[in-house]
C-alpha cells in the first residue's frame, strides 16, 4: 500500500477522471466539503470500503481550515469550563497525529504563561495544566510532548527575553502541537484518493437530485469548464462548515442545525520581531491570545467575534489588527507596530448556535443530523477533533445504508508521506548529499511532504532548474510550486501562494513579488497560455491590493465592502465571479 500512496495524485487529468467517473456511477457517499472534516469523513468512508466522492466549491481548505491558529490542541480554555470531555477527547487526538497518523506534518510546539497575580494564580493554573498533561494520556499511547514545568521569572525571561520584566512574575511552560493546516488538508485528500475516492475542487454543488423526499445525489457545476453533471449517491454528507446553513435551505428548509460564524484574525510577524524560543499564551478579557512559532515568523493570534458577512473572504479591518497589537504589546519589552506585521489573515469558525449572544461561549462539540433520508449532516467542532467529527458522520452514512460498513479504521491509517517519514529524518544528511540540496532544504521538505519528498526530488532530477529558491520567497523551491500543481490539486495561483505554500502571509509583499515566476511556473502543468497567465496575475494583484485596503478600516462592513471589490480568481474558460 506504501507505493500505491505514494503516487495519489491530484493533478488536473485526476480531477477530469474524477468528475467523469463520478458522472458514470452511484457512489455510496458523496461529501460536499473540501476542509478537514469533509476531507476527514471522504477519508473513513473510502477506508471502510464505500464508494467515495468528495465536492468543493473554490480550492480545497479555502475556507477555515486554512485560517485557523494552525495548532493541534485540547483548548486549556473548555478546562476552565470545566468541558473535561471534550478536552480529553481533543488531547487523545492530538497525541494519534503525533505519533501515528500524521508526524511529518502535525509537531510538538511549547508556551510560556505568564503569571501576573502573586499568590493563587501559580497553583490555579499548575493544578489545571497537571489535569490538561493527565489527560493527554490514552490506551497504547504517550502524550506525545514533554509535561508542564514551573519557571520563576528569571528562568523564563532566559527563554522568552522578549517578556517585559514588569509585565510579569513567573510562569509556566506547556506543550501542545501545531499543522500547517491547508497541507494537512490536502495531504487527507491524497491519501483517501489513494484508497479510491474521487475528489474535485473548483465543482460547486448547485442543487440536490430527490426521489419524493429522499436526497438521491447532487447537481455540479464545474466551475472550470462550465458543464453541470448529475451525480447519484445513497448518501450525501454536508460538511460545509459556516456554509452549513446555505445547504440546508437548498434542500429545504434550515432544519435541525444552526450554525453561527465567529471571526479570529491573526498577524503573521518576522521571528527577530520577538526575541524567544518558545511560544507564548495570553489570557484576554474575552480569550486567549498565542504568540505562535511559525519558521521563520511568529503567529499572533486571535480574535474572537460574530460575523455576519461574507464568509467566502472574511475581512480583518484595523480594529482587529490593533486589538491584536494592543494585547500582545501588554507583555513585550519592545512593542510591536503595524509596521511589524508581515501578513494578516481571517478565518470563521462554525460555532453551533446557542443561547449565549457571545461566540467565544457558543459550542466547539459538534453535532451529527439526518434531517432528510438520504442526507447527513456534520457541523461545529474544532480542528483537533476533525477525525472524531468524521467518523461519526460516516456511522450515520452506515445507518442510513442498506448493509453492513466496517467499523472506522482512521485511527490506524497514516496520511500519505508518513511511512517511512522518520527514517528518512534519519538520513537526511545523506539524502541532502545525494540530491545536492543543503541539508537545511532537506528538512524543509521533510516536514512539509515527509516520505513523498522523492516525488518532489525527482522533479529536480528532471529539470534542476527547480532546486533553485523563488527569488522574493526563498523559503520555497521552484519544485514546490510544480509540485502544486501536479500532484496536490493547485488550480490557481492563490491555490499555491495562499495554501500550498504561505507566500501570501509569510512575506511584506504578499507575494506580489512572486507572482510572475510563480505564474510561469504553473503554466506548464495547467496548460496556461499568455492569456490565462496575465488574467491570473492580474486578479491575484487585485485580491492583495483589496485585502490591504480592507485592513485599514475601522469596521467590519467597511472592510467587508472593500474586500469584496476584488472579484475572485477566474476560471480558465473565462471570468466568473465565485462568491460562495
Known amino acids: 500500500m506504501t507505493a ?38 471522504a477519508l473513513d468512508a473510502a477506508t471502510r470500503g464505500l464508494s467515495t466522492g468528495l465536492f468543493e466549491a473554490r480550492d480545497f481548505a479555502s475556507g477555515t481550515s486554512s485560517r485557523s491558529s494552525k495548532l493541534i490542541h485540547g483548548g486549556l480554555r473548555y478546562l476552565e469550563q470545566l468541558n473535561f470531555d471534550l478536552v480529553r477527547e481533543a488531547l487523545q487526538e492530538r497525541a494519534l ?213 461574507d464568509r467566502a473572504h472574511p475581512a480583518a479591518s484595523r480594529s482587529d489588527i490593533d486589538y491584536v497589537l494592543e494585547h500582545v504589546n501588554e507583555v513585550l519589552s519592545v512593542p510591536l507596530t503595524r509596521d511589524d506585521v508581515e501578513g494578516v489573515y481571517a478565518g470563521l469558525r462554525p460555532l453551533l448556535s446557542g443561547e449565549s449572544e457571545e461566540t467565544s461561549k457558543l459550542s466547539r462539540e459538534h453535532v451529527v443530523a439526518h434531517p432528510v433520508p438520504g442526507l447527513v449532516m456534520v457541523a461545529g467542532g474544532k480542528y483537533t477533533t476533525y477525525r472524531v467529527m468524521a467518523r461519526d458522520a460516516v456511522d450515520a452514512v452506515a445507518h442510513g445504508l442498506d448493509q453492513r460498513v466496517p467499523r472506522s479504521c482512521t485511527d490506524r491509517i497514516p496520511l500519505a508521506g508518513a511511512e517511512g517519514h522518520q527514517a528518512l529524518w534519519n538520513s537526511r544528511h545523506r539524502l541532502a548529499r545525494l540530491s545536492g540540496l543543503h541539508v537545511a532544504r532537506i528538512e524543509h521538505l521533510l516536514q512539509r511532504y515527509g516520505s513523498l519528498i522523492d516525488e518532489v526530488l525527482a522533479l529536480i532530477e528532471e529539470n534542476p532548474s527547480l532546486a533553485l529558491p523563488l527569488t522574493g520567497a526563498d523559503d520555497y523551491l521552484r519544485a514546490e510550486v510544480v509540485y502544486a500543481a501536479t500532484h496536490e490539486g493547485a488550480r490557481h495561483l492563490n491555490d499555491v501562494l495562499a495554501r500550498r505554500t504561505h507566500i501570501s502571509i509569510e512575506t511584506f509583499h504578499r507575494g506580489l513579488g512572486v507572482v510572475e515566476e510563480v505564474a510561469e511556473l504553473l503554466a506548464g502543468p495547467l496548460e496556461w497560455d499568455a492569456e490565462q497567465i496575465k488574467r491570473e496575475m492580474e486578479y491575484y494583484t487585485k485580491r492583495v491590493e483589496a485585502e490591504r485596503l480592507s485592513q485599514e478600516q475601522d469596521t467590519d462592513h467597511e472592510a467587508d465592502a472593500i474586500r469584496l471589490g476584488a472579484p475572485e480568481i477566474v476560471p480558465v474558460d473565462g471570468p466568473e465571479t465565485d462568491h460562495m
Not at 493533478?11 to 458523496?30: C, H, Y
Open 97 to 309: 497525529l503525533l505519533q501515528r497518523i500524521a508526524p511529518h506534518l502535525v509537531r510538538p510546539v511549547p508556551f510560556l504563561f505568564p503569571l501576573t497575580h502573586l499568590g493563587w494564580e501559580r497553583p490555579y493554573v499548575g493544578a489545571g495544566l497537571m489535569m490538561y498533561d493527565s489527560l493527554g494520556f490514552s490506551f497504547g499511547f504517550t502524550r506525545g510532548v514533554p509535561g508542564h514545568r514551573h519557571l520563576s521569572r528569571g528562568r523564563a525571561l532566559r527563554l522568552a527575553p522578549a517578556l517585559r520584566r514588569t509585565a510579569f512574575s513567573g510562569a509556566v511552560q506547556y506543550w501542545d502541537a501545531q499543522v500547517d493546516d491547508a497541507r494537512y488538508v490536502m495531504t487527507m485528500l491524497r491519501t483517501a484518493s489513494a484508497y479510491g475516492a474521487h475528489v474535485a475542487s473548483r465543482a460547486r454543488v448547485v442543487g440536490f437530485l430527490r426521489e419524493g423526499e429522499r436526497v438521491t445525489g447532487v447537481r455540479v457545476r464545474d466551475l472550470e469548464g462550465g458543464a453541470e453533471l448529475d451525480v447519484r449517491a445513497r448518501q450525501v454528507v454536508n460538511a460545509t462548515g459556516v456554509w452549513t446553513d446555505d445547504i440546508q435551505e437548498m434542500v429545504g428548509g434550515r432544519g435541525q442545525i444552526h450554525v453561527r460564524a465567529s471571526k479570529g484574525v491573526h498577524l503573521v510577524v518576522p521571528r527577530d520581531r520577538i526575541h524567544a524560543l518558545t511560544g507564548i499564551i495570553l489570557r484576554t478579557e474575552k480569550s486567549v491570545l498565542f504568540v505562535i512559532p511559525w519558521g521563520r515568523h511568529w503567529i499572533i493570534g486571535t480574535t474572537d467575534t460574530r460575523w455576519d458577512l
Open 4 to 41: 500505491r500512496m505514494g503516487t495519489a495524485r491530484l493533478g488536473p487529468a485526476e480531477r477530469a477522471a474524477a468528475l467523469t467517473r463520478m458522472n458514470a456511477q452511484e457512489l455510496d457517499v458523496v461529501v460536499i466539503g473540501g476542509g478537514v472534516v469533509g476531507a476527514g469523513v
